[in-house]
């Protein structure tokens, strides 16, 4: 079980370390109002042993209890393709336009294979990229359930195609300015 409570912790960290680096990316666009866009976070967690009077030594995973009275708690996509907001009949039509006719090996771009897949060197060396490359001079809306959609992009782009961040489930908290998505229980898929 502490296996899996250190799996827990360091997925979760790591979700952390790529919503820093969204939400930095994100306040730098210029048509984007930095203190109205809701930020991405994910919550601490840590592993508390202690000694049972019956099962003896064992791991509690331990994070912040979200305030699920206050604001509901979601789930804004997971690991199968749902993405909230969509209906299920959208969602298998963009999934079937998406996949493509052929072998599997079709899929891995040309030089892909030989490269180091560690999630440290995957991360984009191009700090100067722009979320707003392709939309300059353009009006640009978006809707709040949009943001942890953006979030899963950002990060299978931003590490060259190699890890995508899903499984995005927690609340929206607007208690703060500007908003915040607190989540939990991410899954980084890796390729």
């Known amino acids: 079980k502490k296996t899996f409570h250190t799996c827990f912790c360091k997925t979760q960290q790591l979700a952390q370390r790529f919503a820093h680096a969204f939400n930095k990316r994100l306040a730098s666009v210029p048509f984007v109002d930095a203190g109205c866009v809701p930020r991405i976070e994910f919550l601490d967690c840590s592993v508390y042993m202690i000694v049972h009077p019956r099962m003896g030594r064992v791991g509690l995973l331990v994070e912040e209890m979200l305030n699920i009275k206050r604001f509901e708690y979601k789930k804004w996509n997971n690991n199968n393709g749902f993405v909230d907001g969509q209906n299920e009949s959208e969602q298998n039509q963009e999934m079937k336009n998406d996949i493509a006719v052929g072998d599997v090996g079709d899929i891995i771009e040309e030089g892909d294979e030989e490269e180091d897949s560690s999630v440290e060197n995957c991360v984009s060396d191009d700090e100067e990229y722009s979320l707003a490359e392709d939309n300059e001079g353009d009006d640009f809306a978006f809707e709040l359930a949009d943001v942890p959609q953006a979030f899963s992009c950002f990060t299978y782009y931003y590490t060259k195609r190699k890890v995508l961040v899903c499984d995005l489930q927690g609340i ?14 991410p899954v980084v898929h890796y390729r």
């Open 172 to 185: 929206l908290d607007t208690s703060v300015t500007p908003s915040i998505f607190r989540m939990t229980d």
